[in-house]
């Protein structure tokens, strides 16, 4: 995946964090935007591999 989007519904924090692999992002490496109740995140990000993304709070 290049520069994976992700949204998440009835979002309900003001903020996001995100990891992928256990490894927690510089808020530089992505994205968030609130849309009505969703979450919309972009990451900066190429994966070439099987990745654990985590979304959290």
Same mark, same amino acid.
């Given at each position: 995946?290049?520069?994976?989007v992700?949204?998440?519904n009835s979002?309900t924090s003001s903020?996001? !964090?995100?990891?992928l =692999? $256990? *490894?927690? #992002?510089?808020?530089?490496?992505f !994205?968030?935007?609130? =849309? $009505? *109740?969703? #979450?919309v995140?972009?990451?900066?990000?190429?994966?070439?591999?099987?990745?654990?993304?985590?979304i959290?709070?």
């Amino acid at each position: 995946m290049i520069n994976p989007v992700f949204i998440v519904n009835s979002w309900t924090s003001s903020s996001a !964090r995100v990891s992928l =692999d $256990g *490894k927690e #992002l510089d808020q530089r490496k992505f !994205r968030t935007q609130i =849309d $009505g *109740k969703d #979450l919309v995140i972009w990451i900066d990000q190429v994966i070439d591999q099987p990745t654990q993304i985590i979304i959290r709070a």
